[in-house]
């Protein structure tokens, strides 16, 4: 099992940046099995959508639509995974989700919100 902990999410101003934080926590066998990271979001009315992936080698993967603003990272001496948000816009409004990938597990955090006001 690997239980994940988002923070860093809130209320920001359009053209502002925030700085999300996904820890992982849970037996070392489950934390070392860990190879995908990644972050989606949720608006109301919306499906869950790709937001970014970091491999535990650092190859990452973003939407073409959110390249060049949202810049994912990772510190596996810290089992947490980053999302810098900046040029923040009212549509990135969301809550956003953090997601790890152990192979045949798939694991998810409880999620934090993004409010961005114009």
């Known amino acids: 099992q690997v239980q994940l902990v988002e923070s860093g999410g809130g209320l920001v101003q359009a053209g502002g940046s925030l700085r999300l934080s996904c820890a992982a926590s849970?037996?070392?066998?489950?934390?070392?099995?860990?190879?995908?990271m990644g972050w989606y979001r949720q608006s109301p009315g919306k499906q869950r959508e790709l937001v970014a992936t970091i491999t535990r080698g650092g190859r990452t993967n973003y939407p073409d639509s959110l390249k060049g603003r949202f810049t994912i990272s990772r510190d596996n001496t810290k089992n947490t995974v980053y999302l810098q948000m900046n040029s923040l816009k009212p549509e990135d409004t969301a809550v956003y989700y953090c997601?790890?990938?152990?192979?045949?597990?798939?694991?998810w955090g409880q999620g934090t919100q993004v409010t961005v006001s114009s």
């Open positions: 849970g037996s070392i066998f489950s934390i070392n099995a860990i190879n995908n």
């Open positions: 997601n790890a990938a152990t192979g045949p597990f798939t694991y």
